[in-house]
C-alpha cells in the first residue's frame, strides 16, 4: 500500500484539487484509492460528495473508531474517503500534539487495503501537517506558477528534511507538480525555476489553468467525470499515470471484510518511542531558534510524546453517505 501525503504550506496551491483529482484519476486506472482528509476546512470531503454531519477522521485520532471503519463512498469510482473533522482545530498547543500522535497511532493500524492512500494535508506549518509527513511513505507538493508560491516551497522542504532526520527517515518526495500553469511568460519562467530547483523531482506533468476544475466541486465530482475531455482532466490522468511509474499494477482485493493483523506490542513501542524522543527534542515550525525564542511563540508543532497501546485487531467497513456501515470494504 502506498501513501502520499499531498501538502504545501501556502492556501491556493491547487493541493485539494491535486488530491481530489490525482485520487480519482488514480482510480480511473483500477487502483482502489483512500483519501484521507484531514484539513479541517474540509474541502476534499466535500468536494467528492461526503459532508454534513458524519464520523470523521476525529473519531479515530482520539481513538474510538478505527480508520478502517470510517471509510465512505465518494463520487469517484474506486475512491473511497474518510472525511475531515473541524473539531481537530484546537488553540492548546498540547492538545495539538496529542491530536498529531493519534492520527499516527491510527495510520500505524491502517490495514492494507487499498493500492494508494492520498491524505489531503492541512495549508499549515503545524501539528497537522507534520503527523501525515511522519507516517506517509511519500510527499507530493502542488505549486502554483506563481512567484510567491514558489518562495513557499523553503518552508516545506525545511520540514520534509526535520521530519525524515528525526521521525521518518524513509520518507521521500514523490514529486514536485506546477498547478495553474498558464501562457503568459511569467508562468513559463516559473515553471523553468522549478525544474531547475528540483531536477531530480520535478513532473514532467504540469497542472494547465481551467475553468472547469474551479467549477467541479459545485458539482461534487472529480474532474474526470465533471468534464472528462477537458484539459484539467487530461493534466490529472497524465499526472496519475506518471506517479505511478516504477510501482506495481493494482491489484485485485476482496470486497469483505478483512481484519488488521496483530502488531507485536514490543515493535509499536518501539517506533512510538523514537517518535517520542523527536517530540521531546522538539521539531518546529522554524526549525531552530533557542529554547527562549521557542518558548514565546509556543511549543513546536511536535515536542511532545506519549507510548501508546500495541494494534488491535480490528474489521473494516464502507459507509454509504447517510448510512452505517455494511460490512464491506470497498
Known amino acids: 500500500m502506498r501513501t502520499i501525503a499531498v501538502t504545501n504550506y501556502k492556501g491556493g ?5 491535486t488530491a481530489v483529482n490525482l485520487a480519482a484519476a488514480l482510480g480511473e486506472l483500477g487502483n482502489r484509492v483512500l483519501v484521507i482528509d484531514i484539513d ?27 480508520l478502517s471503519e470510517l471509510v465512505y463512498e465518494t ?4 475512491v473511497v474517503l474518510i472525511p475531515a473533522s473541524p473539531s481537530i482545530v484546537v488553540a492548546d498547543p498540547n492538545e495539538e500534539t496529542q491530536i498529531a500522535l493519534g492520527f499516527m497511532r491510527a495510520m500505524d ?8 492512500v492520498v491524505i489531503d494535508c492541512p495549508p499549515t506549518l503545524g ?11 511519500e510527499v507530493l507538493i502542488p505549486v502554483e506558477a506563481r512567484i510567491l508560491a514558489v518562495t513557499g516551497l523553503t518552508g516545506v522542504m525545511e520540514t520534509m528534511n526535520r521530519v525524515r532526520r528525526r521521525l521518518n527517515p524513509g520518507l521521500g518526495l514523490a514529486g514536485v507538480v506546477a498547478c495553474r500553469v498558464n501562457r503568459t511568460s511569467h508562468a513559463r519562467a516559473i515553471v523553468a525555476r522549478l525544474e531547475e530547483q528540483f531536477p531530480d523531482s520535478f513532473m514532467t506533468t504540469t497542472i494547465r489553468e481551467s475553468i472547469r476544475l474551479a467549477e467541479a466541486p459545485s458539482f461534487q465530482l472529480p474532474i474526470t467525470l465533471f468534464a472528462p475531455n477537458s484539459t484539467g482532466a487530461a493534466d490529472y490522468r497524465a499526472l496519475a499515470r506518471e506517479v505511478m511509474v516504477g510501482w506495481p499494477a493494482p491489484t485485485s482485493r476482496p470486497s469483505v471484510a478483512i481484519p488488521i493483523e496483530e502488531t507485536g506490542a514490543d515493535a509499536t513501542r ?10 521531546s527534542e522538539g521539531l518546529g515550525r ?25 494494534s488491535r485487531t480490528r474489521g473494516a467497513g464502507v459507509h454509504h453517505k447517510g448510512g452505517p456501515a455494511d460490512g464491506s470494504v470497498l
Open 75 to 78: 463520487t469517484a469510482p474506486g
Open 270 to 279: 518501539s517506533r512510538l518511542a523514537r517518535i517520542a524522543n523527536a517530540l
Open 286 to 310: 522554524s526549525g531552530g531558534g533557542d529554547a527562549a525564542d521557542r518558548e514565546s511563540k509556543g511549543a513546536d508543532p511536535i515536542d511532545q510524546g506519549s507510548a501508546v497501546d500495541a
Open 40 to 66: 479541517p476546512q474540509g474541502s476534499a470531503s466535500a468536494w467528492l460528495g461526503v459532508d454534513g454531519e458524519v464520523d470523521g477522521v476525529a473519531e479515530a485520532i482520539t481513538g474510538r473508531i478505527p
Open 127 to 137: 501539528y497537522l501537517a507534520i503527523a501525515p509527513l511522519s507516517v506517509c511513505q
Open 13 to 17: 496551491s491547487a493541493k485539494t484539487t
Open 109 to 116: 493500524r491502517l490495514p492494507a487495503l487499498w493500492d494508494v
